[in-house]
């Protein structure tokens, strides 16, 4: 199982981005069952939790993106996305689709680049 993130870039701080990911090697229902999530690694830090989207699709973010990110999945093709808006240098960070337990082999992620 591979999830394959996509949409990265270089912004400018106030901009927006979509970052999307496929997952590969799942069938449709396992897929649909688990909560699904975005996590992202800064520089020199570790790995860090920041969006999760439920089967039934409630979602929950870090406080740091809440109220600029939204996460959405679309179950049929087995992705999930992250709108990402209002965008911060602190943002800056190579972006992971996986479980919010981790329970995926991960994927190259996404650079995102966010200047001032």
């Known amino acids: 199982v591979q999830p394959v993130e996509a949409g990265g870039g270089l912004v400018q701080a106030g901009g927006s981005l979509r970052v999307s990911c496929r997952v590969s090697?799942?069938?449709?229902?396992?897929?649909?069952?688990?909560?699904m999530a975005w996590h992202r690694q800064a520089p020199g830090k570790q790995r860090e939790l920041v969006a999760t989207?439920?089967?039934?699709?409630?979602?929950n973010y870090a406080d740091s993106v809440k109220g600029r990110f939204t996460i959405f999945r679309d179950n049929a093709n087995k992705k999930i996305h992250l709108q990402m808006n209002n965008l911060k240098p602190e943002d800056t960070a190579v972006y992971y689709c996986?479980?919010?337990?981790?329970?995926?082999?991960w994927g190259q992620g996404t650079q995102v680049t966010v200047s001032s």
């Open positions: 996986n479980t919010d337990t981790r329970e995926l082999t």
């Open positions: 090697g799942i069938i449709t229902s396992e897929f649909n069952s688990r909560t």
């Open positions: 989207i439920t089967r039934l699709g409630s979602t």
